[in-house]
């Protein structure tokens, strides 16, 4: 069997469209210096599904991109165990 369909053009190209990351910002509490945005930033990084973060520790903000929309409750608790506040979305 052929990989070309019977009209000559190649059937075996098939696009793959990589999945939209989502990106959401949300506050949290109680971060005020460099230590903070590590703990912060390391605790959401290793969440299941994050593929990038970025603390703003002086707007108390956290930018969370991740293959589908964030597990708040799970991300909750991980600024929660690094010994942080999340306040909700900003």
Do not use: F
């Not at 990989?3 to 910002?25: F, I, K, L, M």
């Not at 460099?34 to 299941?48: D, F, I, N, T």
């Not at 707007?59 to 306040?87: F, H, K, Q």
């Amino acid at each position: 069997m052929s990989c070309c369909s019977e009209n000559g053009t190649c059937s075996t190209t098939a696009t793959v469209e990589a999945p939209a990351a989502v990106t959401t910002v949300y506050a949290v509490a109680g971060m005020t210096c460099g230590h903070c945005e590590q703990a912060v930033g390391k605790a959401v990084s290793a969440l299941a599904g994050v593929t990038a973060v970025s603390v703003d520790v002086q707007a108390g903000l956290v930018t969370v991109s991740a293959e589908a929309e964030p597990d708040e409750a799970a991300l909750r608790a991980a600024i929660d165990d690094a010994g942080y506040e999340l306040t909700g979305r900003a």
